[in-house]
T-cell receptor
Framework: RKEVEQDPGPFNVPEGATVAFNCTYS??????FFWYRQDCRKEPKLLMS???SGNEDGRFTAQLNRASQYISLLIRDSKLSDSATYLC????????????FGKGTKLSVKP | ETGVTQSPTHLIKTRGQQVTLRCSSQ?????VSWYQQALGQGPQFIFQ???????GRGNFPPRFSGLQFPNYSSELNVNALELDDSALYLC??????????FGEGSRLTVL
């Protein structure tokens, strides 16, 4: 079983749609959780951290369920500029740089 | 811009050769991490350096080695290149908050 698994995608949605990404992780000792965004042939950039209480940043909502080892990202009112690959990321502890990345889910928002 | 710069941006090598990739971290960041991202995959942690010492290592063979210098810049060296080493190599720097800032990467092709 992979350490971090994501929906295989790709997701093709019209502008204005709501889209949800799911992610599961295998290490119950995982300490912190993130969603990164990666544009085509660019570096990953932090989109948002994910907290147990859930957190929201504008159109983006992230949820964490530690019991189920499940993380989600919801994007409301999709924009063309949201088109990218979304990477689910887990820190299993130890050095801060040792992040475990999922394979990513590609999102294409169409006019 | 993250302030993390990598060089070279692209390079082509042949099997068995050696390569050195370089990274300048963001000002004030004393921790540098290196990741390998194969096509269609998420980044995989290679190792991290903190104050010139290796501070964690992923599942990569010893022919992957690194250095960090007093100014916190870093090098990744790969010996005896194999075809599967073809990938985007990402450097990320971080401060005490733990957030990673990635450079744009060095794209290595091994023929």
């Amino acid at each position: 079983r992979k350490e971090v698994e994501q929906d295989p995608g790709p997701f093709n949605v019209p502008e204005g749609a709501t889209v949800a990404f799911n992610c599961t992780y295998s290490n119950s000792a995982s300490q912190s959780f993130f969603w990164y965004r990666q544009d085509c042939r660019k570096e990953p950039k932090l989109l948002m951290s994910v907290y147990s209480s859930g957190n929201e940043d504008g159109r983006f909502t992230a949820q964490l369920n530690r019991a189920s080892q499940y993380i989600s990202l919801l994007i409301r009112d999709s924009k063309l500029s949201d088109s990218a690959t979304y990477l689910c990321v887990v820190n299993v502890g130890g050095s801060q740089g040792n992040l475990i990345f999922g394979k990513g889910t590609k999102l294409s928002v169409k006019p | 811009e993250t302030g993390v710069t990598q060089s070279p941006t692209h390079l082509i090598k042949t099997r068995g050769q050696q390569v050195t990739l370089r990274c300048s971290s963001q000002s004030g960041h004393n921790t540098v991490s290196w990741y390998q991202q194969a096509l269609g995959q998420g980044p995989q942690f290679i190792f991290q350096y903190y104050r010139e010492e290796e501070n964690g290592r992923g599942n990569f063979p010893p022919r992957f080695s690194g250095l960090q210098f007093p100014n916190y810049s870093s090098e990744l060296n790969v010996n005896a290149l194999e075809l599967d080493d073809s990938a985007l190599y990402l450097c990320a720097s971080s401060s005490h908050t733990g957030e990673l800032f990635f450079g744009e990467g060095s794209r290595l092709t091994v023929l």
